[in-house]
């Protein structure tokens, strides 16, 4: 059964509903590693019977040293795929040029490219808007893209629904992406 490793950073939702679709199934998550010590999603990960990491950015000198680090803990499981899921850095060429990593990004792409996504979309004059999820590469949200989803804005929507639209559109597309990969 093929591997994969999981980095986030924060409440580790996407990183659940990935383990709870595709753990023992499609895939074998090995590990999931947050670059936060508080990251919520330690505990859901946890709670699964997923091993977790905690490999924290404050505690290097450069981006380069910590994607150094990261590899390094990364290659120790031996994935097949990396998947960051709410893993809030801007990888260096260190990590991007050793991994096979891909990437959600609550966007279509290549439209609204880092941070803040989901608002700068929801600001937009744009009527379709969706999620893109791609290959992790040198330039920020600009790797290959595998697979995207969009959807329709309501003429009445609120930031609130829009991002629960977007969501959902995540739980159901990183699991497509992730075994769509590794097959």
Known sequence: MKKIVILFSGDGFNAQNIVKSLHNKECFVACGITNKRDAKGLDKLQNLGIKTDVLEHVNFNSREEFDAQLVKLINSYEPDLVVLSGFMRILSDVF???????????????????????????????????????????????????????????????????SAKIKKIEYEIMPQAIVKVLN
């Not at 490219?113 to 330039?139: L, N, P, Q, T, W």
């Open 96 to 162: 991007t040029e050793n991994m096979k990593a891909i990437n959600l990004h609550p966007s279509l792409l290549p439209k609204f490219k880092g941070a803040k996504a989901i608002e700068r979309s929801f600001e937009s004059d744009d009527k379709e808007c969706g999620i893109s999820v791609h290959y992790v590469s040198s330039e920020l949200d600009g790797g290959e893209i595998i697979l995207q989803e969009s959807f329709v804005r309501e003429d009445n929507e609120t930031l609130e629904s829009f």
